[in-house]
């Protein structure tokens, strides 16, 4: 089975921080995703890489960056979190198959005071 | 640009088919997604199908496609309590592997 994991479940950080969130796929996808999620908005898409050292923007990449050093791992950074980036984070990884399935992992809660 | 439109929130009894719609925009997508969300998890990819498909049956799950509406529905028959989650409806386009998430219906199956 794929799986996906992220490094925490729930995550409090105070405005300001600089903040992790990584992301590591145990089955050699070359595709990878960061997501937010927040009710009524569904899941935006904040960066995406194709490859080892590829990033790509989003729709909402504002305030954050991203890195990914090797393949099976991807890192969200928050610079400078504000509480307008409190929310559920999403990671997820693809195979390069035409269906393009998407596997996700358990998502990081992440609350900024 | 995309955009994935679908309605927030159904209420459907035990054992009654629910159905869930999505609008989409974009007429070149390739493949259509069904995930499900239960509550404190990530999503799971449900069902897909592809564009030159009209149906797709999988166990309790049936698929619709209207290419000339941009309508795509879900339907699940025998709903069940297990069935209560989020329900995203996703199109694939705008550079292949990138996926567009519609808003998510919550859908509540009640005894």
């Known amino acids: 089975d794929v799986k996906v994991t992220q490094s925490s479940r729930y995550l409090v950080k105070r405005t300001g921080e600089k903040v992790f969130l990584e992301c590591v796929q145990d089955m050699d996808h070359e595709n990878m995703f960061w997501y937010r999620q927040d009710p009524g908005l569904g899941l935006r898409l904040i960066y995406f890489s194709y490859d080892v050292k590829m990033k790509e923007k989003g729709d909402i990449p504002e305030g954050y960056s991203v890195s990914r050093e090797k393949k099976e791992r991807f890192s969200l950074i928050l610079e400078s979190a504000s509480t307008n980036q409190t929310s559920m984070y999403l990671c997820?990884?693809?195979?390069?198959?035409?269906?393009?399935?998407?596997?996700f992992g358990p998502g990081t809660r992440l609350t900024v005071t | 640009g995309e955009d994935v439109e679908q309605s927030l929130f159904l209420s459907v009894r035990e054992g009654d088919s629910s159905v869930i719609n999505c609008t989409y925009t974009d007429s070149s997508s390739t493949y259509l997604y069904w995930y499900k969300q239960e509550p404190g998890a990530g999503l799971q990819l449900l069902t897909y199908?592809?564009?030159?498909?009209d149906m797709k049956q999988d166990q309790r799950l049936t698929v619709l496609l209207n290419k000339k509406d941009k309508h795509l529905s879900l339907r699940i028959a025998d709903t069940q309590t297990g069935d209560s989650a989020i329900y995203f409806c996703a199109e694939e386009g705008g550079g292949g592997n990138k996926l567009t998430f519609g808003t998510g219906t919550q859908l509540k199956v009640e005894l």
């Open positions: 997820a990884s693809s195979p390069d198959s035409p269906e393009y399935e998407q596997y």
């Open positions: 199908i592809f564009s030159n498909m």
